[in-house]
């Protein structure tokens, strides 16, 4: 059964970073020739949900302009996934998932909380 467990928020200063992480159970991401993504949003207080990075199967990553070259997603292994937050801004302030697709596979994470402030 596909998990993913989120973690590494909490409350950091404008200015500062974070990586979020999310561990991936129950899915094997190699050997595979459907593609898959890994995608991180965000939902900040009595806002829609957004899309903040995300990367697909072969490495190509893109983001939101409002966390480009302040965020990035990256991998270490088949299992964990990361979003490294740096310059972090209040607006940052936000519920953050991950989200894995692949096919007909959509499993969530269950968010972690990132607040920015002074």
């Known amino acids: 059964q596909a998990q993913l467990v989120t973690s590494g928020g909490g409350l950091v200063q404008p200015g500062g970073s974070l990586r979020l992480s999310c561990a991936v159970s129950?899915?094997?991401?190699?050997?595979?020739?459907?593609?898959?993504?890994m995608i991180w949003y965000r939902q900040g207080p009595g806002m829609e949900r957004e899309q903040v990075a995300s990367i697909i199967s072969g490495g190509t990553t893109n983001y939101a302009e409002s966390v480009r070259d302040r965020f990035a997603i990256s991998r270490d292994s088949a299992f964990t996934f990361y979003l490294q937050m740096n310059s972090l801004k209040p607006e940052d302030t936000a519920n953050y998932f991950c989200n894995f697709r692949r096919g007909t596979t959509d499993v969530w994470g269950q968010g972690t909380q990132v607040t920015v402030s002074s």
């Open positions: 129950g899915i094997t991401l190699r050997g595979y020739a459907v593609p898959w993504s």
